[in-house]
């Protein structure tokens, strides 16, 4: 019996990852379902690593929750929960520019601006996925960019909790292409090298407010299958911008 490679165990756990994580977001399991390992094992046609790995990945999102002597079930976020996470996310991504826009060098800003251009490769196809990951390396280098590796620690922490919505965004109407479109604005104020512009435009991409956080709520809500929850009022919790 031959021996994975690490590449391929990891394959397997980012399969098996995001495959478990639409599942949970769009509705097919439901929160408080219990989670089997050797199920997942049966049904992935892998190993119990690979498995435990992707779980431990989901436990960090916030996506499931283990429970000792009980298992591993799928989490609830209640909304006041999840809109703060976003404004805390927001200023995060925003700091992270800021800095980026004073501290990168003309190589790393050569590395952002590729990686908005394969961002804009994967808009034309309209694949949400392969988006979402040009997406997500467009984001990781500018939080290099910052040069704070504490910093760069905290976002990635939040980030990873805020993946699977973050995803789902992307399934609303024309968000692939305004989210394109802003990464180009964030993009020119980092060339710039205009702190506050870039701190502003990151902050407005990532933070979800009004009419368009609503959305997300009645897309996940439809998803589910239940009831759409209150509509949230920008006015009364967003933050200051």
Excluded at 90 to 113: D, N, Q, S
Excluded at 228 to 238: D, I
Aim: with cysteine; proline share 3%; aromatic share 4%.
């Amino acid at each position: 019996m031959s021996t994975l490679s690490v590449s391929q165990t990891r394959s397997r756990v980012q399969q098996v990852r995001d495959q478990l994580e639409d599942d949970i977001v769009n509705g097919r399991m439901r929160p408080g379902e219990q989670l089997q390992i050797e199920e997942l094992m049966a049904r992935f046609g892998v190993s119990r690593t690979p498995v435990r790995e992707a779980l431990q990945q989901l436990e960090a999102s916030g996506l499931v929750a283990v429970q000792p002597k009980r298992g591993t079930f799928v989490a609830q976020i209640g909304i006041a929960e999840l809109i703060e996470m976003f404004e805390v996310m927001a200023e995060l991504e925003a700091l992270c520019a800021r800095l980026a826009a004073r501290r990168a060098t003309a190589g790393v800003l050569h590395e952002i601006e590729a990686a908005l251009a394969e961002c804009a490769t994967q808009c034309e196809t309209q694949d949400i996925n392969a988006y979402y990951y040009a997406n997500e390396h467009f984001h990781q280098r500018i939080y290099q960019a910052c040069g704070n590796a504490f910093l760069v620690q905290q976002t990635l922490a939040l980030k990873n909790r805020l993946k699977p919505y973050r995803r789902l965004q992307l399934q609303l109407r024309n968000r692939m292409g305004q989210s394109l479109q802003e990464h180009r604005e964030i993009v020119a104020a980092l060339q710039r090298g205009d702190g506050e512009a870039a701190a502003q435009t990151a902050r407005q991409h990532v933070l979800v407010q009004g009419q368009r956080f609503n959305d997300l709520l009645s897309l996940a809500s439809t998803a589910l299958k239940t009831p759409a929850p209150l509509a949230w009022s920008a006015a009364a919790t967003a933050p200051d911008t």
